[in-house]
């Protein structure tokens, strides 16, 4: 044999163990990339799994399913307001508020003693209706479980003084406390007559949850931009900027006059 075909024939078997070489990498990386999709998707189960059990301990409203309780003497429209003051009183002033919002409170406590002393002196009726937008914006159940305190507390006779109370303690807006019953309750001592074991057991029971809800969603389809929403005989007086306590006493002085 010449040499020009032994170095044909070495350089065609060369050049099949390259093609060979070349096929066994080839399937190498297939089964890699086989194995690679395969962990990939039990690390995307186990995500899935992963989140699906993180939230399964998490509250979806699913305890203010039930029977809408409105609070005693609750008025209005689906019996959604809860009135304070004199219902013979000429000015009606309408408060949509929700207890961890931070300008509730802050609204609450520029105009809390003249609102006390215009409804102690029969001039006005304050008809107070719950919201829980913070929870929809900022995650938990502290506005509703507020909310249904409140309502237990209007129960019992004892709304108005309870209702200052979870202002005064009203927790930063990023802090759910008020999803803590036992807070709730706590809280409740500081006003006279009212930790009994019948507001207990409505607070804990979340007797009012429903209702709540239900005084939420006519919030949302009220067309409000927010809380509080404060309107006096229907007109809105907190996007006043030149309201103040003094005109407010004024305004209802004036109207009842």
Request: aromatic residues 6%; charged residues 25%.
């Amino acid at each position: 044999m010449s040499e020009k075909n032994r170095q044909g024939k070495r350089g065609a078997r060369e050049k099949l163990a390259a093609e060979r070489e070349k096929q066994r990498s080839r399937d190498k990386r297939r089964r890699a990339l086989i194995v690679g999709a395969s962990v990939v998707c039990v690390l995307g189960l186990a995500a899935v799994i992963g989140v699906v059990a993180a939230n399964a301990g998490k509250d979806d409203g699913s305890e203010s399913a039930g029977p809408v309780v409105a609070p005693s003497g609750a008025q209005g429209k689906d019996g959604l307001a809860i009135p304070v003051g004199e219902e013979s009183a000429k000015s009606t002033l309408t408060v949509w508020e929700d207890f961890r919002c931070p300008a509730c409170k802050a609204f609450e406590l520029a105009y809390r003693n003249t609102i006390h002393e215009l409804t102690d002196a029969g001039q006005l009726k304050v008809e107070y209706h719950l919201a829980t937008i913070i929870d929809g914006n900022m995650g938990g159940t502290g506005s509703r479980k507020a909310a249904n305190a409140a309502a237990c507390a209007q129960d019992a006779g004892k709304f108005p003084p309870y209702h200052d109370v979870l202002y005064d303690n009203q927790p930063p807006e990023t802090d759910d406390a008020f999803a803590d019953e036992n807070k709730l309750l706590d809280l409740a001592g500081k006003v006279d007559g009212l930790d009994t074991t019948l507001f207990q057991e409505c607070v804990k029971n979340g007797k009012h949850n429903s209702w709540v809800e239900k005084s939420n969603k006519a919030f949302q389809n009220g067309g409000f931009s927010g809380t509080p929403t404060v309107l006096l005989d229907g007109k809105n007086i907190y996007q006043d900027r030149s309201m103040t306590p003094a005109k407010l006493k004024q305004m209802v002085e004036d109207a009842n006059k």
